[in-house]
């Protein structure tokens, strides 16, 4: 056997991960433990991640459906029945919309994972999807992955941070075959009034595009405000597909839970590319979700009444430290301007090194979110209030 020294090859990687931008505050995990490692108090207001518990009504049930054999095995795409029957009844509750447990409903690990894995079933390499920025960044990944190429509209906060239909141009809507809509809005807080919802479905309709609704926020709202579904609009089923997370609304970001609704024929191709991907999400969170959705009504209220806490709390510490912070209807983000004479990365950097203060520079989610930061509601008052107040101390 020759013992010859092998010599160092490299094995190229596909052309389409170079256009990947970085995932945002994917270096923070490595800082922040350096940080922490040096004794910094380190105050994460990053991800969009709180430090709440999730219902005991969903732990108790996790726990209960682990002891049970069966729920160890593959769920596929199918899942658990309880899991889907319990969405179906919610969605009719919440929002007065029928649909079928089976054929317009799936489970999902995560929503992340069915946003960026839908198109896949609607884009073929050359077309087109238009994409807010800034935004969440699975719209664009799911887009490159799939050899599509994203068209990003700015949000303009004059706009009201609505994604602006009317002057898309003529050759992109042509092109066009996914609308990524995400209101109440990651990063902006922003939320679309319903005769916009409407104008949305009009033009999907007419241009043929698939709606893609990112309803991840629609029950962390404030003062009254109800978000609704797309299908509570007139058309919307015909063209848009919506997606739901236990993440923010049971604090269950770990659990990774999550479902899609939309048409027999959407849910049957997004089902159709997770049977190659992925086996569905484990039995036993269908189950706890099941549960946590059973606690809708008694335990949903006052986890949305802790956010309320928390936003008034940040937005008031923030004003006091001179940032010009609107409040936010709904969300767990407050969004507001870098101070002048700076930029939103440069800021964010600061905030971390010389305050222990995690925020997403607006830069990160999209050139057009420049000028701009993102807190969370992720911690108490107190340390919001706190962190807040670090940032007004960068000059
Ligand atoms: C707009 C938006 N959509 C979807 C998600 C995904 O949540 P998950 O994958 O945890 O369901 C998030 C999470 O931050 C989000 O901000």
Known sequence: MSMATTESIHVPLADRLTGFPPYPLGDVPQIRRELRAKGVDVIDLGAGDADLAPPPAAVAAL?????????????????????????????????????????????????????????????????????????????????????????????????????????????????????????????????????????????????????????????????????????????????????????????MTGWRIAWAAGSAETIAALSRVKSFTDTGPFLCVQEAARAALGSYDTWVPGNVEAFRLRRDALVAALRRSGFDCPLPRATMYAWFRVPPGTDSRTFARRALLEQGVVIMPGAALGPAGDGYLRAALTQSPARLAEAARRLGAIS
């Open 63 to 251: 726990e209960a459906a682990s002891k049970d054999p069966a729920m160890s095995r593959y769920p596929f795409q199918l899942g658990l029945p309880a899991f889907r029957e319990a969405v179906a009844a919610w969605m009719e509750k919440r929002f007065g919309v029928r649909l079928d447990a089976y054929r317009e409903i799936l489970p999902l690990i995560g929503s992340k994972e069915g946003i960026a894995h839908l198109a896949f079933c609607y884009v073929d390499p050359g077309d087109v999807t238009i994409i807010p920025d800034p935004g969440y960044q699975p719209y664009v990944g799911g887009t490159l992955l799939s050899g599509g190429e994203p068209f990003t509209v700015p949000l303009r906060q004059e706009n009201g941070f609505l994604v602006d239909i009317e002057a898309l141009p003529a050759d992109v809507v042509r092109r066009a075959r996914i609308l990524y809509v995400n209101y109440p809005n990651n990063p902006t807080s922003a939320v679309a009034p319903r005769d916009y919802l409407e104008q949305a479905v009009t033009f999907c309709r007419e241009n043929r595009i698939l709606l893609a609704f990112d309803n991840a926020y629609s029950e962390i709202a404030f003062d009254g405000y109800r978000p609704p579904c797309i299908f509570e609009i007139d058309g919307a089923k015909d063209v848009a597909i919506e997606f739901h997370s236990f993440s923010k609304t049971y604090n």
